[in-house]
């Protein structure tokens, strides 16, 4: 079959105007959220499963590459087509299925925003409960892809502890389910080993998810501290109290400025660190845990306690957390983040090697995190039209993921490997673990047709292939 | 430009990751279409680089722009647009009728620069890209014509406007438009008069000039203010505009009308025009410099915001730069304004349902949403209701809805749906062209509902009072 003869028996499946094959409209698919950039063959936007499955089986019987894309919010590079590669895209698959309120779940297609599902189920007092930064545009078939995380992931887990089951399409085209529609399944967990795969295993067409109900009370507390020592240390003290917040962020005095900068977020200027502590659930429960949170806090120092008064406070703390990476903008014009994961006991130590690599490399650092569950987000911060700086910020970052590995962490918490960080896997996996993982991909994909040359080194380390003006990565966390 | 353009000629662009290109199309046959046939950016009003790659396309923009969530296509979003634009400035592709109709569809609304995290000035980005496009003449056909006819020939010249005005309320209230509509003779004319004719915004029974007025504060007399006239509200809205005089008398102003002032240039800077818009710049700041005014207050949102930009538009002007900046700072939106005063709360109570239609201009270029609604509170009696996507815009947009009539359409019935859907008897607003374009929305959906601006509201609640 001829390149000519694939595009026309994929229009014809899915209609003309839902392929994009012009060079022109392909500029925009070239890039996600990450650094680089490629640009595909040309995109499709199929309607439904079927047409997800005969236009997977054309390019399977063509030889060519498929890629998923969601809404292209991903930080590692994961919706980055190979040259002359098929992306396949979801806007039209964007439908809210059914809302169970009995079993509290909800079926989804792949191109469901995820804050447009939790808006839509809250009218029916539940929540999903997974909340990444980009949860205003990013997809959720996207996020089962990267098994997104999120700052309310520290009490209730990222993307696959709340996916139930799935329909997905497979590499020639197939059309298989995985999980189950009931809350256990039998047998080998292979939907557990789909979430996170990066797109890799297959593409995901219908979504069971988990949903929560509305917690009785939400208490969100700003925690300030003259440094972040001590704000390390009370992020052990709340954990060894037994507390499990629903969440717990960190802020360094870097990012607190940066923020301000942007919007008043309540941040104190001066502040040489702060803690942001969300408590969730029953009255009586969020009232007794939060006299324990305020005591764990003053007894490591907090120079002071706030609690956030009404919706619109707690709102203004979080805004000021979830634009925290673009307000960097402010202090330089070119920034780059790793998304490292320490245990928590450790979290002091790895601060304390970024401040010497930042000092070593006289590269500006700032630190904006999930403390409570150890995913740092160093971002180092510079201006890539100096020269010899980009080169700086890849050393200092490579180094910063090597001291995650060896104080016994990762290399991602909830980005992703994608092109970004397949390099550095050795860091963290033998060859035999790696031969272990692309056996279990052999499974689902035996032709590694989806999404290939991501995730395992293979040679060409990272090197971004974008406008010198715009080497930046990973916006949100 | 940039020092080393990545030019690429065919499919092979690199790839960083070094990425199996051989499971690629086995035939490798050129894409459709090519890049870099047209002119590339040039000269003093291209969009700046450090503009440009402010935007780490981290997508936050998506949710929030119409046309994307509309289409739900890359093309047709803030994020896509910007990247388009990147790829002329590094010279990877050139102007193009393409890459122009991906710029046309965007409605300018800036609802995208409000939510971005990195701030990049997308307004600016648009303003200047047009520019580019109608520096070398591929602006599409319709814009072209409305260019030339309105924007250039009419806008800038009161008296014309007037003439048209005048002609317009002549054609609609003499019976003429009855007796056109009916006959239908304009669906025998060429291109798309007949739509054209139903999209005529209604003239207002009275016009509202600037003659050098100046109406007295009632009362205690607590400053000047200069109130912009404007174009083409003081024609269709009329009404609104001696509101707006009224409510700000009852308020302790003294209100001038300077003469020799005309249309903010909003249009024109939208359109790319920004020598013409500059021009219209300076006349206003000149005239309300003669009047001696405290502020600049204007009733409609989309001139309020191209006014407090008068310093940027006007900051390489070595005559103008200090007077922009110095009128920029004076210019208030009228609900900003009487928000701020505080206003006078009206005495008798108005038991009307009430939603508000967040003009984008005010909300986005602005970040005005609080005001308006703190001046509908202010009103006993009055229950003020949300509408959902109350900031998404209505389609309006200036001109817009002239030429890009679907997607201008889409959006008219999805606001007029949100709004609808509250139950309210009277939609707020506060810009003559979202009025314009939920009025006749309204009228097509035979929805028994008023659209008034805040300020109508207020003098209503202050006409009860005798």
């Known amino acids: 079959m001829t390149d000519h003869d694939l595009l026309a028996s994929i229009r014809a499946v899915v209609g003309d105007e839902y392929v994009i094959a012009h060079r022109e409209d392909l500029l925009v698919y070239e890039y996600d959220g990450s650094v680089d950039r490629s640009m595909p063959r040309a995109v499709v936007l199929p309607a439904d499963t079927q047409q997800v499955s005969r236009v997977m089986a054309l390019a399977y019987d063509a030889g060519v590459t498929v890629v998923g894309r969601g809404s292209g919010t991903g930080l590692s590079g994961g919706a980055i087509t190979p040259p002359e590669g098929l992306q396949i895209a979801f806007p039209r698959m964007d439908r809210i299925l059914e809302v169970d309120t009995v079993n509290r779940t909800a079926l989804v297609e792949p191109g469901v925003i995820n804050l447009d599902l939790d808006n839509h189920v809250r009218g029916f007092g539940m929540r999903y409960a997974p909340d990444p930064s980009s949860q205003r545009a990013c997809s959720l078939g996207g996020n089962i892809a990267e098994n997104a995380g999120g700052p309310h992931c520290l009490a209730y887990g990222a993307t696959t502890n709340h996916v139930i089951g799935m329909e997905v399409v497979l590499e020639d085209g197939e059309i298989v389910h995985l999980g189950s529609m009931a809350r256990e399944a039998a047998g080998y967990d292979l939907r557990g080993a789909f979430v996170g795969s990066e797109g890799t295993f297959g593409i995901a067409t219908k979504i069971l998810v988990r949903l929560l109900p509305l917690p009785e009370t939400v208490r969100t507390f700003l925690g300030i501290f003259p440094d972040i020592d001590s704000a390390c240390t009370a992020v052990s003290a709340v954990i060894g109290h037994g507390i499990v917040p629903a969440a717990l962020e960190m802020i360094d005095a870097l990012s607190i400025k940066a923020v301000q900068n942007v919007t008043d977020a309540g941040y104190p200027n001066d502040a040489g660190a702060v803690l942001l502590i969300e408590l969730e659930g029953l009255n009586e429960e969020v009232d007794e845990v939060s006299g324990e949170v305020e005591a764990a806090l003053w007894d490591t120092g907090a120079a002071d306690v706030r609690v956030a008064e009404d919706d619109a406070e707690r709102e203004r703390l979080w805004v000021g957390r979830k634009t925290a990476f673009g307000a960097f903008g402010t202090i330089a014009p070119n920034y780059y983040l790793v998304d490292g994961v320490v245990p928590r006991t450790r979290l002091t130590q790895m601060l304390r090697k970024v401040s010497e690599v930042s000092e070593r490399y006289g590269i500006t650092i700032a630190n904006v995190f999930h403390a409570g569950d150890g995913n740092l987000h160093p971002c180092m911060l510079f201006d890539a039209r100096e020269p010899g700086v980009m080169e700086g910020a890849m050393a200092a970052a490579a180094e910063l993921m090597e001291e995650c590995a060896l104080l016994g962490g990762t290399l991602s918490g909830e980005h992703g490997i994608g092109l970004e960080k397949k390099e550095f896997m050795p860091l963290v996996y033998t060859d035999a673990d790696m031969e272990a993982m692309q056996r279990v991909r052999e499974a689902f994909a035996p032709e590694n047709r989806l999404n290939p040359g991501k995730i395992f080194p293979d040679g060409s380390y990272w090197r971004p292939s974008a406008h010198p003006a715009a080497y930046t990565a990973g916006m949100y966390v | ?466």
Request: include cysteine.
């Open chain 2, 1 to 466: 430009m940039v020092s080393a353009p990545d030019r690429h000629s065919d499919a092979g662009q690199h790839m960083g990751g070094g990425i199996d290109a051989g499971h690629g199309f086995p035939y490798g046959l050129p894409f459709e279409g090519s890049l870099n046939d047209g002119p590339g950016f040039a000269g003093s009003d291209a969009p700046a680089e450090e503009d440009l790659y402010r935007c780490v396309h981290c997508g936050l923009c998506l949710s929030a722009c119409p046309t994307y969530v509309e289409t739900r296509l890359e093309t047709e979003s803030p994020r896509g647009r910007i990247a388009l634009m990147k790829a002329v400035h590094e010279g990877r592709a050139g102007i193009s009728e393409r890459l122009v109709s991906h710029w046309e569809l965007c409605l300018q609304c800036r609802a995208c620069e409000a939510v971005c995290p990195s701030g990049v000035p997308y307004g600016r980005l648009m303003e200047h890209t047009r520019a580019q496009v109608q520096d070398n003449d591929l602006q599409s056909r319709e814009l072209g014509h409305l260019s030339r006819l309105f924007l250039r020939a009419a806008l800038p010249h009161n008296g014309r406007l007037r003439l048209a005005g005048h002609l317009m309320r002549l054609y609609q209230r003499t019976g003429v438009q009855r007796l056109v509509r009916k006959s239908r003779v304009l669906s025998l004319m060429p291109g798309d008069l007949a739509a054209m004719e139903a999209q005529m915004p209604v003239m207002g029974r009275e016009f509202f000039s600037p003659r050098g007025q100046v109406f007295p504060a009632a009362g205690e007399k607590r400053m000047t203010v200069g109130l912009l006239s404007g174009c083409v509200m003081p024609l269709m809205q009329g009404d609104a505009m001696r509101a707006a005089v009224r409510v700000l008398q009852r308020n302790g102003c003294d209100v001038a009308v300077p003469p020799a002032q005309g249309c903010c240039g909003a249009l024109n800077l939208h359109a790319g025009d920004l020598e013409l818009g500059r021009h219209m710049a300076r006349r206003n700041i000149d005239a309300f410099k003669r009047a001696q005014v405290d502020v600049v207050v204007t009733a409609s949102a989309g001139c309020g915001s191209s006014m407090k930009e008068y310093g940027d538009l006007l900051r390489d002007d070595p005559e103008y730069a200090e007077a922009a900046h110095e009128f920029a700072r004076n210019t208030r939106d009228i609900t900003e304004f009487l928000a701020g005063l505080p206003l006078h709360p009206p005495g008798a109570e108005l038991p009307w349902r009430v939603t508000m239609q967040d003009p984008c201009h005010l909300a986005h270029a602005q970040r005005i949403t609080e005001a308006p609604r703190q001046v509908l509170r202010s009103i006993p009696g009055l229950e003020l209701v949300e509408m959902a996507e109350s900031s998404l815009c209505c389609g309006s947009a200036g001109f817009y809805s002239l030429i890009q009539r679907d997607m201008s359409r889409r959006l008219q019935e999805r606001k007029v749906g949100n709004a609808t859907a509250t139950g309210a008897e009277v939609i707020a607003s506060a810009n003559p062209g979202c009025i314009g374009q939920l009025e006749q929305g309204l009228r097509d959906a035979s929805a028994g509902i008023r659209v008034m601006h805040v300020v109508e509201i207020l003098d209503a609640a202050y006409q009860a009072e005798r």
